[in-house]
């Protein structure tokens, strides 16, 4: 049997959103963006030689026991494959490649993220071995970003700033507990990629740049000294995101009834207690909770409640 070569990535949610592309061909963001690196989310891809003169593909989206990935994140998937050959000078071998994460894709996790960080980390290890030589991290990072913009944020911790041509590790003072009630795991409507190019046409996106990076600066300083402004600061961004998906033309939304009762019991919370999570969402209708280590009690009450009635993740 030949050698396999492995590579892992993680998710990272978004406190503050990358929404529209300034160019799509290497995935440049329009705004400045802040991820948390959410490290239990996370892909696995198995690389080997393939028997035949084609690639094979084993995508699996949810645990290996799951169906395979649907067409579209497949084809995005593929096609980075050729781009990385390119790149990592494999143009010529044909691959065996298995991909497996351990939460649902396709929903607002992402999923792509941590997928593609996997495959360019995995066919680093086959350039390394191959051409005994390393290419730099932030460099792969960048690389990813072609396959998926908010993949370059995975490869950094805890949280990371995704600036331009920057991508940078950030260490608050602060970490965190994460959770993510799946309202609804259905792969959704409309695709991160299709979102980025649909909210061009919001009148909205218009001062976007500005507005992303003054709540950054601003989250910033809240993480340190101020809870309940940081998570209002999140609230508004994420409410901000889906503003520019229902005021595109034509509109388009991944709220369905549920996820706007949960937010709502989310909301009540923190009226009622003046204290509770960061809650934030990405393009899709799952809702993401961020808890500071010393309200590790708060987290397990919430975790019993929403995992009663909801799947969840958490760290
Ligand atoms: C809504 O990175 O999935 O999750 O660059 O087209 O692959 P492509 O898009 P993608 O965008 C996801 C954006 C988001 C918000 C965020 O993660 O910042």
Known sequence: MGA???????????????????SSKLNQALNVSLSYTLDHLQ???????????ADIYNLKPDGPDSE???????????RFVEVLKKEFQLESQFFKISSVNNFPSDCGLASSASSLMALTEALHEKYKAQHQKEIPHLDRALLSRQGSGSSCRSFFKPFSIWDGDQVTAVNLPVELLHMVIVVDKKPKAVSSTQAHQRVQSSLL?????????????????A???????????????FWDMHGLFETSMPPFGYLGA??????EELRQSWELNQDGPLVTMDAGPNIHLLFRSDQKELWNQNLQLWKSRYECHHS
């Open 205 to 221: 996106l218009k001062d976007r740049e500005q507005r992303a990076r003054m709540r950054m600066g601003q989250l910033i300083g």
């Open 258 to 263: 549920e996820s706007l009762k949960v937010l």
């Open 43 to 53: 892909t696995h891809v198995l690389l080997e030689d393939s028997p035949t003169d």
């Open 4 to 22: 396999t070569y492995q590579g892992v990535g993680f998710s990272n949610i978004a406190l503050i959103k990358y929404m529209g592309k300034k």
């Open 68 to 78: 395979s990935l649907g067409p579209e994140a497949s084809l995005k998937f593929s």
């Open 223 to 237: 993480l340190q000294s101020d809870w309940k402004k940081a998570f209002e600061i999140c609230w508004a961004e």
